[in-house]
């Protein structure tokens, strides 16, 4: 089973070669903007980014930066020149001089309070998780996917009054899994809010097999084993046991999550009890489809975000607006994206685009319960005035590879071009051969008197 999940998400190789079948991926140094194609393991999207003005833009940065390194630098060494001309130094026990003042720092510009995940966000996330190479998520042989719930008790606003405090028991929770799996995280996770205000967190996972801390016992035992060896010389190596050593993922999960929020007396016996959701591995072929390819997974994970039902699960309580609001609604980590794009000709870019335009406004399904074929609007979508947008796909490669073969028939450096024009096209076209004939015959009466 672990095969089948990992079998169903494209390699690398597989995006750069649908990509290669597109068209050629150097720059020529044209200005304007550039039509691009991009290829993924689970969307398609389609750009025209200014490659020059983006130069130009990083160009002019850099420049600046060093422009505001040299200022600072020459109002610092005008700084020491001044002290050191009053003799407004000190002379430290190393006889390094020291300056009584301190260079002033801009504060840095705070963006603006979260109230709520924007559809901008939730868009964002479904392009970068059908972008995702989620081949090393599912490297191992019992590599079973499960979807982890964190939740906080029922005084969550002692134990969570602001998002930067969420946010550091969810850092303390990975910094604790990679001491006890001996691995760092590798998944993805999201934020979301219960009915009473409470947060809590999403995380698709592949649960570690095993009991906690087993690798790091292991290295203790052989670190005293050595050290038996060697006569005890030296300090005896000591083992600090922390909390779940020795459980199971699920057990260890209760107890280590129910410690990191720090609830107290009763309310700490039944955050472990139900503080956290494991739910079995995903075995049988049901829910084993449901994350089979890069677009179901995205769509298999933001699926609590996306229902119109449970718009309120990312509305951000009260109590977190007026500390400010929130950050980040989602993360990833352990993954990086897998992205091959090539440049193409704004005939062939336009083609495209209204091909997928056409495909994203419908999408045909199996109903099972009526035995037929229904059509739904394609859920997750997104395309400009001027072509440019995404599309998610069940594989990106294969559809990178329908593209190819429309632009072979239809594209502007078809073989059978000729083959499609227009009723208005042909018409003119007719009209032509008529004036053509016409001024032919008018020729050969004035040869012939």
């Not at 979508?381 to 599309?391: D, E, H, P, T």
């Amino acid at each position: 089973m672990a095969d089948g999940f990992s079998l169903g998400f494209p390699t690398a190789c597989q995006v750069e070669q649908a990509a290669a079948l597109l068209g050629d991926r150097r720059w020529d140094g044209r200005e304007g903007d550039i039509p691009m194609i991009e290829v993924s393991p689970g969307a398609i999207r389609l750009t025209r980014p200014d490659l020059n003005r983006r130069e130009k833009t990083l160009e002019k940065e850099r420049l600046r930066r060093l422009k505001r390194v040299n200022e600072e630098a020459a109002a610092l060494q005008l700084e020491y020149d001044l002290a050191q001309a009053n003799e407004d130094w000190i002379v430290a026990e190393d006889s390094t001089p020291l300056l009584k003042s301190k260079p002033v720092h801009r504060p840095a510009s705070k963006p603006g309070a979260v109230t709520c995940w924007s559809k901008r966000s939730r868009a964002r996330m479904i392009l970068r998780l059908s972008e995702l190479d989620y081949r090393p998520m599912f490297a191992g042989q019992l590599a079973l996917p499960a979807m982890v719930t964190l939740t906080y008790p029922g005084d969550w606003q002692a134990v969570a009054p602001n998002f930067y405090v969420v946010k550091d028991h969810l850092k303390r929770f990975f910094q604790r899994f990679k001491k006890a799996w001996d691995t760092d995280f590798v998944g993805l996770w999201k934020l979301e809010f219960q009915g009473r205000g409470a947060p809590h967190f999403h995380l698709f996972m592949v649960p570690p097999t095993g009991v906690a801390s087993a690798a790091r016992r292991a290295r203790h035992e052989m670190q005293l084993a050595q050290w038996e060896v060697n006569g005890r010389q030296g300090r005896k190596p000591g083992f600090r046991r922390a909390v779940g050593d020795g459980l199971g993922f699920q057990s260890w999960l209760s107890q280590v999550w129910a410690d990191i929020v720090g609830s107290q007396g009763s309310e700490r016996t039944k955050h472990e009890a139900k503080g956290v959701h494991v739910p079995e591995p995903i075995v049988d072929l049901g829910e084993g489809m449901r994350a089979a390819d890069p677009r179901r997974l995205a769509v298999y994970f933001s699926k609590h975000g996306t229902f119109k039902a449970k718009d309120y699960q990312n509305v951000i309580p009260e109590l977190w607006q007026q500390s400010g609001g929130a950050g980040h609604f989602w993360g990833i980590r352990g993954l990086k994206p897998l992205r091959s794009h090539a440049v193409v000709d704004f005939d062939d870019y336009y083609l495209v685009a209204r091909t997928l335009r056409k495909l994203m406004a419908r999408r045909r399904y199996w109903d099972p319960v009526n035995r037929r074929h229904l059509y739904q609007k394609a859920p997750v979508n997104s395309f400009r005035y001027r072509g440019s947008g995404f599309i998610t796909t069940n594989s990106g490669p294969k559809l990178a590879a329908d593209l190819y073969r429309l632009i072979q028939i239809c594209g502007s450096g078809s073989v059978v071009e000729q083959r499609w024009i227009t009723p208005t096209e042909r018409i003119r076209e007719l009209r032509c051969n008529q004036e053509r004939r016409k001024e032919m015959n008018r020729q050969m009466n004035e040869e012939m008197d």
